[in-house]
């Protein structure tokens, strides 16, 4: 069965830096998502995707954040200056049509600022 | 305001037994409704979905899920519980443009 590819699965960064999470969603599919789950609360929209533009996002989804397709498989997201309250798990999903089918989520990578 | 609500933050139920998860939502209109289930540190499987039609919709591991227009609710339903269903449970609902919004999650405890 087509998966979402997430990587990498944990990442540790030090408050400032810059990660870029990388997300390799399901070949046919047309419309992308960034989510987050701070440990313990509920998922969270940050952002979708389409025709290589941002069709719609979050408060959450502020400056220090962009997402990027730069080829025809990856689908990333930037956090250009992490903070401690960054620290979560970040859930890639793309969809074939749009929601029709639901989502395929990515199994997420863990991010851990310190 | 838009919201979804999952009245039970955690529920326990012995093997074998029976199981059903809350969910309503407050939308001026019918939206997409989905079931999701996270097991720990996994991401999200899609158990169920539902846009129109039937209201009694079935999904995979044997779960099924009821919309009730009047009551503005989802609810997530098992006949049999496994242990193998412990995980967390996410009632989800959203519109064309893709989002969608999250309930607070249910823990499902399954007791030998």
């Known amino acids: 069965e087509p998966e979402v590819t997430q990587t990498p699965s944990h990442q540790v960064t030090q408050m400032g830096q810059e990660v870029i999470l990388r997300c390799v969603p399901i070949s046919n599919h047309l419309y992308f998502y960034w989510y987050r789950q701070i440990l313990g609360q509920k998922v969270e929209f940050l952002v979708s995707?389409?025709?290589?533009?941002?069709?719609?996002k979050s408060e959450i989804f502020d400056d220090q954040f962009s997402v990027e397709r730069p080829d025809g498989s990856n689908f990333t997201l930037k956090i250009r200056s992490t903070k401690l309250e960054d620290s979560a798990m970040y859930f890639c999903?793309?969809?074939?049509?749009?929601?029709?089918?639901?989502?395929?989520f990515g199994s997420g990578t863990r991010l851990t600022v310190v | 305001a838009q919201s979804v609500t999952q009245p039970d933050i955690h529920i326990t139920v012995s093997e074998g037994a029976s199981l059903e998860l809350r969910c309503n939502y407050s939308y001026g209109a019918t939206p997409y409704l989905f079931w999701y289930v996270q097991s720990p540190g996994q991401g999200l499987q899609l158990l169920l979905k539902y846009f129109s039609g039937d209201t009694l919709v079935q999904g995979i591991k044997g779960f099924e899920a009821e919309f009730k227009r009047s009551q503005s609710s989802f609810n997530l339903r098992k006949p049999s519980v496994h242990w193998s269903d412990a995980a967390e449970y996410f009632c989800?609902?959203?519109?064309?443009?893709?989002?969608?919004?999250f309930g607070d999650g249910t823990t499902l405890t399954v007791k030998p």
């Open positions: 999903a793309s969809s074939a049509i749009l929601l029709s089918d639901g989502y395929t």
């Open positions: 995707f389409y025709n290589n533009e941002i069709s719609e």
């Open positions: 989800a609902v959203g519109f064309n443009a893709g989002k969608s919004t």
